[in-house]
């Protein structure tokens, strides 16, 4: 990616000289293209788990929060609300804002949003995406993304996480599953802002719940939602997680899209990692979208597999005596 990368470009053709110091580079994707930066103090803003631990791996410093630096890159994510906040944040906090993005994560509109506001912007088309750049600015801070909220659904949410207006479906119908009574030691995988963990906390039975979700923004929303003290909030990939103790019960709605591609591994990879963290006697509850083709993971991985009563557009899943691999 090196070679032909926007900033690649940019900076090799001499289209953008950047300003002395520090580079803060926003929520880049961990095969992100830093290689025009060498030699630069680059300073990494991830909010999610793996991206985070795979800077923090390859020796970057790595921090959850933006720090302000002369030169600010924002690595466009797919939530358009969210992209803006970072814009926002980037131009409180820099000397020159570049964006780079995709065009399946919607570049070309912020583009324009942002040419609407600013007028004529350079930027480079290149390799299904786009990059532009200009000097920093309060014409956007009406973009920052205010603190979380609580929607009609009586919960907090904020720009950036999965089902920030409404409850998922999916969720809804698995917590309306869920049996009366649910193991002493449980876990949500990928809990998102809290509604599952909220569902289970309400079962007899439970005497923890650990919450294990990779989004930084939604944890801190699950925080505010999850306010029994029986529940603990992890910060991680639950693909690679490491409970101290295995878990008695697992509930998840796993995410299937990376970026904007649908990517069924990954459900895959949360069943897998299900049968990893429980106890031989350990119990799943899932819901998937129906077309997602995880019956067979979730045969490779348990014993005893059955499916629920779902709906036309999902189906639940209940598996026991997880296998080890």
């Known amino acids: ?154 919960y907090f949410t904020t720009a950036g996480v999965f089902s920030d207006g409404a409850v998922d479906k999916g969720s809804a119908l698995l917590a309306a599953a869920l049996p009366a009574k649910l193991p002493a030691r449980m876990a949500d995988l990928g809990a998102g802002w809290g509604y599952l963990s909220q569902a289970v906390l309400t079962r007899d039975g439970v005497k923890s719940l650990d919450l294990i979700e990779a989004e930084a923004l939604s944890l801190a929303c699950a925080r505010l939602n999850v306010t029994d003290d029986r529940a603990a909030f992890h910060w991680g990939d639950a693909l690679t997680f490491k409970p101290a103790t295995k878990y008695d019960g697992i509930v998840m709605n796993p995410p299937f899209h990376t970026g904007s591609k649908g990517t069924p591994a990954l459900g895959q990879g949360f069943i897998a990692a299900s049968a990893r963290m429980l106890a031989p006697h350990g119990k799943l509850w899932m819901v998937a979208n129906r077309h997602l083709p995880y019956e067979a993971a979730l045969r490779e991985h348990f014993r005893n597999v059955d499916e629920l009563r779902g709906d036309g557009a999902y189906k639940l899943f209940y598996a026991t005596r997880p296998l080890k691999s």
């Open 1 to 154: 990616m090196a070679a032909t990368s926007r900033l690649h470009t940019v900076i090799t053709d001499g289209l953008l000289s950047l300003p002395d110091g520090p580079v803060t580079v926003m929520r880049p994707t961990a095969d992100y293209d830093l290689s025009p930066l060498s030699g630069r103090d680059i300073r990494i803003a991830q909010g999610f788990a793996p991206d985070a631990e795979a800077f923090a791996e390859a020796g970057y410093p790595v921090t959850q929060d933006a720090t302000a630096s002369p030169t600010m890159i924002v690595v466009v994510p797919r939530a358009k609300a969210l992209a803006r906040s970072m814009i926002a944040e980037a131009c409180a906090l820099g000397q020159v804002v570049i964006v780079d993005g995709q065009r399946t994560d919607g570049i070309d509109s912020l583009f324009k949003d942002v040419r609407d506001r600013l007028g004529d912007l350079a930027s480079v088309p290149k390799a299904k995406g786009r990059l532009f750049w200009f000097s920093t600015t309060d014409a956007l801070a009406d973009w920052a993304a205010p603190p979380p909220a609580q929607g009609e659904h009586g």
